[in-house]
């Protein structure tokens, strides 16, 4: 695929999701940072119905690990891993406090510090709270990235290297939610809405014909 059909996709899709941000729902740095964490295999609606409640009990680095885990556990208790999440949120809550004056760090290093932080949890930060030109390859963007050929490539790293390479400048910022959103709704992993996707006579993907 060449720069000129990357660049018509993005186009096409900013205009068609002209507001790409998030689905996690958050009203600090720190909120969008455990809904991240705890957004690992799992889906952001299931994120948002948990994160309400515990977000009332606590939220801030200081409240939050002056729970037990117990308690956290009991609080977001119905999504998937909810065991290690709830010992990560407390020790990274712990760590914020007490190294980072409360404060979610822009620098990746930094991020991924943190318990239950990895690679792509650190670009969603960097992304979506500072703005920053990096893409956390997601689920969705993976098989984006394949599927309609933008990027392709047989791991997460390998795709988030070649989409940051090739993807023009003027769309970095806005990439991983353009991508992530269109795939939740639109390019589906079992079902692809092909009859309506405002890229399709631009994608490459060989069975799309098949799927009208």
Known sequence: MN????????TLL?????NPTTELIYHSPFELLISVILSAQTTDIAVNKVTKNLFEVANTPLSLSKLKISTIEKLINSIGLYKNKAKNIHSTSLILYEKFNSEVPDNRDKLESLPGVGRKTANVILNTLFKKPVIAVDTHIFRLANRINIAKAKTPLAVEKKLTKLIPKEFLNDAHHLLILHGRYTCKALNPQCNVCV?????????KMLLK
């Not at 890229?199 to 069975?207: D, M, P, R, S």
């Open 199 to 207: 890229i399709e006579n631009l994608c490459e993907y060989k069975n």
């Open 3 to 10: 720069i000129n059909k990357r660049s018509e996709i993005f």
């Open 14 to 18: 900013k205009k068609h999701i002209p």
